[in-house]
Every structure is written in structure tokens, then in C-alpha cells.
């Protein structure tokens, strides 16, 4: 199985900065590493998808880069409204789509 | 807009089957390009991929749950549903279904149901 690898695993920060959440895969995964944004109480919703492509609808402050084993979401102006956990996804190994452990964003 | 509503027993038996369906509005389940999944999430903790369906039947499952899995389709009903058998407190989850798109969009999931709580007791 291909493990996914969150950090940091609890994250906080002020509005206004800018946040890096990093997913680190065990084996190359090409692009196939999509992230979701998950609130208190709702189901996940998409975010990037292919690594760096912006989900529809999804404000441009968030972003994603990378390639192989190591990806990165950013978050270039945090909001109070970005209070969620975070998680990224591997859908390159058919047919179990791991998920990271998640990234619990809290807002000082 | 596409929708998902998931509806089934709040509440299993041990040892007994989980029944969940997820009712599709606002579009097609019989399109070639999508497929149709499944995702769990214990009480306090991350996401567990379950597995997923397309309307022809094809059916990719989770390994570590694939002995105990079955996924189904009613394209009439444009729903597709999703079996449990033998279910233990480990079970207890809250379980969403989800599309999932095609290979080049990254086979990412991009419209969720709200999700619906399971609980295992007798």
C-alpha cells in the first residue's frame, strides 16, 4: 500500500499569514494527489486536484504544487473561514485511494 | 447541480449487515465517465476509501474490506448502494458516498454527500 504522510499534524496560525501544509508519499504517485478541506461537521470538499489544479469555485489563495513523493498546499492569506482539517489523497494506486492523516488548521 | 443524499440504519447489530444508498439528483449516474464511491470516517479520526461503482458494474474495493463489501447499482432508481456484512464496533463510522472523476482529472472526488452516522451495538 502506498502510505500518505501529513505534517504537521496540528497547525496554528493568524489571519492574514501564510500556511504550508506538506503530504509526503512512499512511493512516487506521479501527480495523482488531490486535497480536501474538511469543517466541523461536513463532509470533505475538494480543493486541488492533480497536484496543482484548482477546483471550480475554490478561492485562488489556496494552491498546490508537486510531483513524485512531495507535495505541498498553501494557503497564501488565511481566513477565519479556513478553520478545517486538511487532508491530501493519493488516487494513483487503484483501488485503495489513501488518505493522509489529516492537518488540523486552527486560527489564533 | 449534482446532489448525493445518503440514507440507511443509523444503528447495526454486531455481527449483522450495514445497508447504505446514496440517491443521485441533478444528474446521471449512468455516464460513462463517472465513477461512484464510497468513504468511511470513525468517530474522531481520518478518511477510510471503501471502494467505488460505475453504472455498468464494475467494482473496485478496498482490500482490507473487500471480503466483507458489496457494491450495487439501480440505475432506474439512479442510486447505488453499498453492504456491510459482519460488522464489528470497528464498523462504526460516519459513511459518505462521493463521485469520483475520470482518469484525467486525477480520479479526485469532487461532490460528497453530507454523510450518515452508522453505530454498532445490539
Known amino acids: 500500500d502506498i502510505q500518505m504522510t501529513q505534517s504537521p499534524s496540528t497547525l496554528s496560525a493568524s489571519v492574514g499569514d501564510r500556511v504550508t501544509i506538506t503530504c509526503r508519499a512512499s512511493?512516487?504517485?506521479?501527480?495523482?494527489l488531490n486535497w480536501y478541506q474538511q469543517k466541523p461537521g461536513k463532509a470533505p470538499k475538494l480543493l486541488i486536484y492533480g497536484a496543482s489544479s484548482l477546483q471550480s469555485g475554490v478561492p485562488s489563495r489556496f494552491s498546490g504544487s508537486g510531483s513524485g513523493t512531495d507535495f505541498t498546499l498553501t494557503i497564501s492569506s488565511l481566513q477565519p473561514e479556513d478553520l478545517a482539517t486538511y487532508y491530501c489523497?493519493?488516487?494513483?494506486?487503484?483501488?485503495?485511494?489513501?488518505f493522509g492523516q489529516g492537518t488540523k488548521l486552527e486560527i489564533k | 447541480q449534482l446532489q448525493l443524499q445518503e440514507s440507511g440504519p443509523g444503528l447495526v447489530k454486531p455481527s449483522e449487515t450495514l445497508s447504505l444508498t446514496c440517491s443521485v439528483s441533478?444528474?446521471?449516474?449512468?455516464?460513462?465517465?463517472?465513477?461512484w464511491g464510497w468513504i468511511r470516517q470513525p468517530p474522531g479520526k481520518g478518511l477510510e476509501w471503501i471502494g467505488t461503482i460505475h453504472y455498468s458494474g464494475s467494482t473496485y474495493y478496498n482490500p482490507s474490506l473487500k471480503s466483507r463489501v458489496t457494491m450495487s447499482v439501480d440505475t432506474s432508481k439512479n442510486q447505488f448502494s453499498l453492504k456491510v456484512s459482519s460488522v464489528t464496533a470497528a464498523d462504526r463510522a460516519v459513511y459518505y458516498c462521493?463521485?469520483?472523476?475520470?482518469?484525467?482529472?486525477?480520479?479526485?472526488?469532487?461532490?460528497w454527500g453530507q454523510g450518515t452516522t452508522v453505530t454498532v451495538s445490539s
Open positions: 489523497q493519493q488516487s494513483y494506486s487503484t483501488p485503495r485511494y489513501t
Open positions: 512511493q512516487s504517485i506521479s501527480s495523482y
Open positions: 462521493a463521485r469520483r472523476l475520470p482518469d484525467y482529472d486525477y480520479y479526485a472526488m469532487d461532490v
Open positions: 441533478g444528474g446521471s449516474i449512468s455516464s460513462t465517465r463517472y465513477y
